[in-house]
T-cell receptor, first 113, second 112 residues
Framework: KNQVEQSPQSLIILEGKNCTLQ??????????LRWYKQDTGRGPVSLTI?????NTKSNGRYTATLDADTKQSSLHITASQLSDSASYIC????????????FGPGTSLSVIP | DVKVTQSSRYLVKRTGEKVFLECVQD?????MFWYRQDPGLGLRLIYF???????EKGDIPEGYSVSREKKERFSLILESASTNQTSMYLC???????????FGPGTRLTVL
């Protein structure tokens, strides 16, 4: 069964600190993995995308890694800001006739001053 | 920039009412999607459409129907709303797989 799991479920960190969010998946055959950021009351917005051959991708203070062998990904946030408070969703696509997309449950991040 | 708009941000309906949720995208995308998002469950796909007048069931289509008469517009219909359909509904569009899905702001539907 295609599944995406994320940990932790929620996280509180101090402004300026770093944090790492985890994503494990059992999606096959793998197509790509995206991390989305969803602010409260808004739709998700894509941060990064990685395909099978990529193992790291950065977008400003966000760095995503992918280990396709262990089927794990992480999202590292450097020097967190209050605006990083959001839900972060790991999304994995499977190669099917129509590129099936499986969403993780998300990690809720709160950055406090 | 891609813009996906949804007809309402908040909606309150009574059990048994027919509910229409509309989604419009302005980037000539082929594919459009309807999801519902519930705490702890993530986004679950209700229906998707890969072209005008085409529709495919997602993972949880029961109690819903859709309509795509024009490329830019994808409507979600609850024929007879029930309390277990209280949720956040998100519409998305993309040009084609495996492209990024662009999401609307969501409609928070409450069924009393």
């Amino acid at each position: 069964k295609n599944q995406v799991e994320q940990s932790p479920q929620s996280l509180i960190i101090l402004e300026g600190k770093n944090c790492t969010l985890q994503c494990n998946y059992t999606v096959s055959p793998f197509s790509n993995l995206r991390w989305y950021k969803q602010d409260t009351g808004r739709g998700p917005v894509s941060l990064t995308i990685m395909t099978f051959s990529e193992n790291t991708k950065s977008n400003g203070r966000y760095t995503a890694t992918l280990d396709a062998d262990t089927k794990q990904s992480s999202l590292h946030i450097t020097a967190s800001q209050l605006s990083d408070s959001a839900s972060y969703i790991c999304v994995v696509s499977a190669v099917t006739s129509y590129d099936k997309v499986i969403f993780g449950p998300g990690t809720s991040l709160s950055v406090i001053p | 920039d891609v813009k996906v708009t949804q007809s309402s941000r908040y909606l309150v309906k009574r059990t048994g009412e027919k509910v229409f949720l509309e989604c419009v995208q302005d980037m000539d995308h082929e594919n459009m999607f309807w999801y519902r998002q519930d705490p702890g469950l993530g986004l679950r796909l209700i229906y998707f459409s890969y072209d005008v007048k085409m529709k495919e069931k997602g993972d949880i289509p029961e109690g819903y129907s859709v309509s795509r008469e024009k490329k830019e517009r994808f409507s979600l219909i609850l024929e007879s709303a029930s309390t277990n359909q209280t949720s956040m509904y998100l519409c998305a569009s993309r040009r084609d797989p495996p492209g990024e899905q662009f999401f609307g702001p969501g409609t928070r539907l409450t069924v009393l």
